[in-house]
Nanobody, 121 residues
C-alpha cells in the first residue's frame, strides 16, 4: 500500500467551487491510473473522474463540464477542480491510484482516507 492523502474538502454553497488534492507519500513509485471516487450516504461508491499516466481523462456523466481532473507526475499528485457544485455532489471523495515500485516492480493499488464535500446553503 502506498499512502494517499486527500485534502481540500469542506462546506460550499451551491454554485461554488472546491479543489481537491491527492498526494502520495514516500518511496519511489510509478503511478499509472489515478481516479477520484465519491460515496454519498446510502449510496454505492462511484467513479467521478479518471486520469491515466499520459493525461487522458474520462468523467462520470453527472460531472462532465463541471469537474476537471489533473495530475502532476513529478509530485505524485492528482487534483480535482470542482465548479458549479450542487447539493447532489455532497459525498465523501476518495482518491485511488495504482502503479508499481520503481525498485522492486511490485504493484500496488491504494485508496485515500476520504475528504468530505458538503454543498449546502
Amino acid at each position: 500500500q502506498v499512502p494517499l492523502v486527500e485534502s481540500g474538502g469542506g462546506l460550499v454553497q451551491p454554485g461554488g467551487s472546491l479543489r481537491l488534492s491527492c498526494l502520495a507519500s514516500g518511496g519511489t513509485f510509478i503511478f499509472n491510473a489515478m481516479g477520484w471516487y465519491r460515496q454519498a450516504p446510502g449510496k454505492q461508491r462511484e467513479l467521478v473522474a479518471h486520469i491515466a499516466r499520459d493525461g487522458s481523462t474520462n468523467y462520470a456523466d453527472s460531472v462532465k463540464g463541471r469537474f476537471t481532473v489533473s495530475r502532476d507526475n513529478a509530485k505524485n499528485a492528482m487534483y480535482l477542480q470542482m465548479n458549479s457544485l450542487t447539493p447532489e455532489d455532497t459525498a465523501v471523495y476518495y482518491c485511488n491510484a495504482n502503479g508499481y515500485s520503481a525498485i522492486t516492480g511490485r504493484t500496488f493499488a491504494s485508496w485515500g482516507q476520504g475528504t468530505q464535500v458538503t454543498v449546502s446553503s
